[in-house]
């Protein structure tokens, strides 16, 4: 890594002088050497159901990027099927090594924000380009000794945590988990939902809990149709009802919202900032829930939350049951400001046996997440562990 200061600066660092003003400040300039995408199986503590099915085990695809001297890490959240998005892993892998990798390799940057014009040219894939994106911030924040949440421009020094509880075998069960979250700490519980599994869990749920902070996700389960249904969640008193509808709409959900006292909260339909803006604008929502994988990295992450900040709306951070790599990320991002709902970000333990990262994630007893201050994200990435659980590796290189 060469440090470069003043007059011998190079031409990518300009935008950095400009921002900053202070010429003699020194700037560290990032060749990317290498990229290394590689696949661990990592079987979940207890299975996952949502309204478009369960898993047992995740295929967790982990990037790691080489710029002279430091590495940076990075997860692609896509899923093992294309049924919570059109991207899944085997759409990652190949257009992360025949497009977005070579576009990559071989270039300066001084920043990881710098990578989204070097991977424009390919349309979508957004959570393969946010993987590499941010393996590119967690090299930055590495090589200037810097906690990655104050490069993000964060400000909270702790944050709240929520869960998100999936369809169980029996209501019994559901009501079992919800125990044991409230007895860990959570500050919100989050219920997966679908036609058949909602009114009558719901009427259970309140029936022993009157007063928790409640919500429900729906992974796009219902259609305007059953509005006359959703109508019903409202005597529930719930914190949100997330993505309802189609997961590509906007103009709908804001019809939806009129006739609904419970606030819509929009997961699926968010790509990026525009689609923020325009769901604020025509009353989609009242709530964003902010997925870095979903939107394509940290840069347009901030970006969303920028504009929901300015228009009042508050949002929280989703998870896609990321392994120590990915949730490290959710945790800096979700020290920006507008953060101040109880994210999806919860404690390694809840879903891994052993975390590929040192220290795991863990929460007080008062449903916290401290923030951690060392360099990088805080939390060290086990390579010999990862090592141990790849079962697909690829490794490119300039030239
Ligand atoms: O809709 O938020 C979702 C997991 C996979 C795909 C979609 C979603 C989820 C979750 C899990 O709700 C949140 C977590 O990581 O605990
Ligand atoms: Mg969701």
Redesign the pocket.
């Known amino acids: 890594m060469r440090v470069l200061k003043g007059a011998d600066r190079h031409e990518d660092c300009r935008s950095v002088f400009k921002r900053t003003g202070k010429q003699a400040r020194s700037i560290r300039i990032m060749k990317i050497e290498a990229i290394t995408l590689r696949e661990i199986q990592m079987p979940l503590v207890h299975f996952?159901e949502?309204s478009?099915g369960r898993i047992y085990s995740r295929r967790i695809f982990l990037v790691a990027v080489d710029c002279e001297g430091v590495r940076g890490w990075g997860e692609c959240v896509a899923?093992e099927d294309p049924f919570?998005s059109s991207e899944w892993i085997e759409s990652a892998w190949p257009t992360m090594t025949k497009y977005l990798a070579p576009a990559l390799l071989g270039k300066t940057v001084s920043q990881g924000r710098e990578a989204g014009a070097l991977m424009a040219r390919v349309r979508g894939h957004r959570m393969a380009k946010a993987a590499l994106e941010n393996a590119l911030w967690h090299a930055e924040a590495l090589a200037k000794r810097q906690p990655l949440w104050k490069l993000l421009g964060g400000k909270r020094r702790e944050i709240p945590c929520g869960?998100?509880i999936?369809i169980q075998d029996s209501h019994e069960q559901l009501l079992e988990k919800i125990a044991t979250e409230l007895g860990a700490g959570y500050r919100r519980i989050?219920l997966?939902v679908k036609p058949a599994w909602d009114v009558n869990v719901l009427e259970k749920v309140r029936s022993r809990w009157a007063d928790i902070t409640l919500s429900v996700?729906a992974?796009s389960a219902y259609t305007l149709d059953q509005t006359q249904h959703l109508r019903e969640f409202d005597q529930f008193n719930l914190l949100m009802i997330?993505?309802p509808l189609w997961n590509d709409d906007i103009y709908y959900h804001a019809r939806l919202q009129k006739e609904l006292r419970t606030a819509i909260c929009l997961?699926?339909s968010i790509e990026h900032a525009r689609d923020a803006a325009f769901a604020v604008e025509t009353g989609a929502c009242r709530i964003i829930?902010i997925?870095v994988g979903r939107v394509g990295g940290f840069t347009e992450a901030k970006k969303v939350h920028d504009v929901c900040q300015t228009n009042r709306v508050p949002v929280w951070c989703?998870?896609?049951?990321?392994s120590g790599v990915g949730?490290a990320h959710n945790i800096a991002l979700s020290t920006l400001e507008n953060f101040s709902l109880p994210g999806?970000?919860?404690a390694s333990k809840?879903?891994w046996k052993e975390d590929i990262i040192e220290p795991e994630v863990e929460v007080s007893r008062e449903g916290m997440i401290a923030i951690r201050d060392e360099a990088g994200t805080g939390y060290r990435v086990r390579e010999d562990l990862i090592e141990k659980l790849t079962v697909r590796k690829e490794e490119l290189r300039v030239g």
């Open positions: 996952f949502t478009f899923g919570y869960v998100s999936g989050k997966k996700d992974n997330e993505q997961d699926e829930n997925k989703g998870g896609m049951l990321e949730r999806d970000v919860s809840r879903y």
